[in-house]
């Protein structure tokens, strides 16, 4: 039985990403281990991040310093893992800076 890959919108989608219960944690990996400094526990950079975004819409990722943007952003472009929970992403996800290039070249 062939299965569609994941992140193949179906014609009736009309969710175009999904995150459930996102976590990303970091602190414990062989970084950790080597350093000189006393291990720590586990440091979650996003803890519990549930949302759901219509196909066509925009997002825009806001926060304070250190409030876990750029973990977000590396969890939906697939360059890291989440620790915990589930994303789902039905299509592409496009960079804004191809489109604030291409406002500002017209």
Sequence with gaps: M???PTNVPSPASSVAIEAVDLEKAYGAGLGAL????????QDPALAGVTFSLPV???LAV????GAGKSTLLRLLAGTALPTRGSLRIC???ACCWIWARAWLMR
Aim: charged share 25%; no cysteine.
């Design 2 to 4: 062939n299965e569609a």
């Design 34 to 41: 080597l350093s000189p400094r006393a291990v720590r526990a």
């Design 56 to 58: 066509g819409a925009a």
């Design 62 to 65: 806001l926060g304070r310093n």
């Design 91 to 93: 299509g592409r996800v």
